[in-house]
C-alpha cells in the first residue's frame, strides 16, 4: 500500500513539473512573438525613421522586414511601395512592418506612407526576377528522333553546346548522333544537317552531308550555321536550307566551340583539349585564313561568345574562371571566379566559385550566363556544376538563377529546378528566355524570366 502511494505521489509530481514547465513555455513564446507596442498608432506630431530592411533582394513574393519607428499597428491605415508597386502589408507595430513584394517591381526605393506622412529607405531593394524552368525538348533518354517535345531524342553523351539564330530557332549540336538540329521555339525538332549515326566527313545537303562529333555551334547575322566539327578538325557552315561546306578542315585542332562577331564576319574557335590546342585561341577570317592568338592563359574551353563590345568570354574548363579577351590587345582579363578554385559559391568577382563551366551566353543587357558543366574534360563528374549562373559584368556580381549542387532532373521555379551536367546555353531575342543544353538528362531545357 505504502508503495502504490509512493508511485502516486511521484506520478502527481511529474505531471505537476511538466504542465508548470509547458506554461513557462507558452508563455515566454507568447512573449517573443507579441507584437512590440501593440496597439500603437502613428503619432502625426513626431517624424518616421527607416533603420534598415532585410532581406535587401529578392523575387516575387519575397518578404522583407522594414526596421525604423512611428509605424502602426493598423495595417489598413499603412501603404508601401516597391519602386513605386503597392507591397502586401503582412502586419506591423511601432517599430517593425513585414511586406510581401509584388511580381514585377523591378528594383527601387521602398516607400512608406502612413497618414500623409512618406519615409523612403537610403538604398534600393534588388528586385530579383523570378524564374521558371521547364522542359522544351527530348525524351531524358539517349537516341535520335525527330518530333516535336518529349517525342524527340538526342544523344549527347560528351560536353555539347547549341546557339539561336536570328530566325528564333535553336540549333545544337547532337554530338554522339554526328548531326546538327534545330528546334522551334514550339519544341519542334528536326535535323538540318548531317546522317543520324553515321560519322564522316562529306560537304552536302541535309543528310548526305556528314560530320564527326560535332560539339560547337553559332549563327550568323544570315542565318548561316557554324560548326565546330571537333573530329574532324573543321569549321564547316550550313546554310538555312541545309547545304554544307567546309570553311576550315583538318587545321584547327579540336575545335569545341565557335563564335563570330557580325559586324566583321570574323570568327573565333576554342578547344578543351590542351594537348593539341596548347591554350591557343583562333581566329578565322570571312575568307577563311586563321591566325593562332595566345591570350596570356592557358585555356582549355569548351565554350565562347562575343559581347557587344566585341571582346570575347570564355569560360575555362580546366581553371574554372570566366575570361574577357579583347581582341585588339589579346590581354585576358578575369570577369569572375579563382584559378583552380573550384566550387559552387556565389559572389563578386574572384569571390565567386564555378565547377569547371562550359557554355557561356549573353543577353541584350550585357548579363552573362554560364553554363554550369562540374567536370574537367575527359574527367569524373562532379557535383557543383548542376546549375546556371549569372554574372553582372559592371559589378562583377555572381549569382545563381537555376539549379544548385546536386544534379538531377526537376522542372519548376530557379532554385528548386534540377539539371545533370548542363554544357550548352543560349539567349533567346527576346532577352528573357534562356535554353540549356542538358547534357545527362538528353533534354533541351527553357528558363523563363518574368
Known amino acids: 500500500m505504502k508503495a502504490a502511494k509512493d508511485i502516486y505521489m511521484r ?10 514547465l509547458l506554461l513557462v513555455f507558452v508563455s515566454c513564446k507568447e512573449s517573443v512573438f507579441r507584437q512590440v507596442d501593440q496597439g500603437y498608432i502613428h503619432n502625426v506630431h513626431l517624424p518616421m525613421s527607416i533603420d534598415r530592411f532585410a532581406p535587401t533582394e529578392g523575387s516575387e513574393a519575397a518578404e522583407v522586414m522594414i526596421y525604423g519607428d512611428n509605424y502602426s499597428t ?30 514585377g517591381a523591378g528594383t527601387g526605393k521602398i516607400v512608406i506612407t502612413i497618414a500623409g506622412q512618406h519615409m523612403e529607405t537610403a538604398t534600393d531593394f534588388l528586385y530579383v526576377p523570378a524564374r521558371t524552368v521547364s522542359t522544351m525538348a527530348g525524351a531524358k533518354t539517349s537516341g535520335f528522333a525527330d518530333g516535336q517535345g518529349a517525342a524527340a531524342k538526342f544523344n549527347f553523351v560528351t560536353n555539347a553546346g547549341m546557339a539561336v539564330g536570328p530566325d528564333g530557332n535553336i540549333y545544337v549540336a547532337d554530338i554522339n548522333n554526328h548531326c546538327i538540329r534545330k528546334i522551334t521555339p514550339d519544341g519542334t525538332v528536326s535535323t538540318l544537317a548531317g546522317k543520324p549515326g553515321v560519322s564522316g566527313n562529306v560537304n552536302g545537303k541535309g543528310a548526305a552531308a556528314l560530320f564527326d562529333h560535332p560539339s560547337g555551334v553559332a549563327v550568323d547575322k544570315d542565318n548561316n550555321v557554324l560548326v565546330a566539327d571537333t573530329w574532324n578538325w573543321a569549321l564547316r557552315k550550313i546554310t538555312p536550307a541545309g547545304d554544307v561546306s567546309t570553311i576550315l578542315g583538318w587545321v584547327l585542332p579540336f575545335p569545341h566551340a565557335v563564335a563570330i562577331d557580325n ?16 591554350g591557343r585561341l583562333f581566329e578565322v577570317s570571312p575568307t577563311g585564313a586563321m591566325t593562332e592568338h595566345q591570350v596570356g592563359v592557358n585555356l582549355i574551353a569548351g565554350g565562347i561568345c562575343i559581347d557587344s563590345k566585341g571582346d570575347l568570354l570564355v569560360p575555362d574548363n580546366g581553371s574554372s574562371v570566366v575570361y574577357r579577351i579583347n581582341t585588339t590587345s589579346w590581354e585576358s582579363t578575369v570577369v569572375a571566379g579563382l584559378a583552380n578554385s573550384t566550387g559552387w559559391m556565389d559572389g563578386i568577382g574572384a569571390t565567386a566559385r564555378f565547377e569547371h563551366p562550359w557554355g557561356i551566353t549573353t543577353d541584350a543587357a550585357g548579363n552573362i550566363y554560364v553554363a554550369g558543366c562540374g567536370h574537367q574534360f575527359d574527367a569524373v563528374p562532379g557535383t557543383s556544376g548542376s546549375n546556371i549562373r ?4 559592371a559589378t562583377g556580381k555572381v549569382s545563381t538563377i537555376a539549379g544548385g549542387d546536386a544534379p538531377g532532373f526537376a522542372d519548376g521555379p530557379g532554385g528548386a529546378a534540377k539539371f545533370s551536367i548542363p554544357s550548352g546555353i543560349a539567349c533567346a531575342k527576346d ?8 547534357r545527362d538528362n538528353y533534354c533541351i531545357r527553357k528558363i523563363i524570366t518574368e
Open 11 to 20: 506520478t502527481t509530481a511529474y505531471s505537476f513539473f511538466t504542465g508548470l
Open 74 to 103: 493598423d495595417t489598413a491605415a499603412i501603404n508601401v511601395k516597391v519602386n513605386g508597386m503597392d507591397a502586401q502589408v503582412l502586419g506591423a507595430n511601432r517599430k517593425r512592418i513585414l511586406v510581401r513584394v509584388p511580381r
Open 263 to 278: 559586324s566583321t564576319g570574323k570568327m573565333y574557335v576554342v578547344g578543351a583539349l590542351q594537348v593539341v590546342t596548347k
Open 390 to 393: 549569372m554574372i553582372v559584368p
Open 431 to 438: 532577352g528573357k528566355t534562356l535554353y540549356v543544353l542538358d
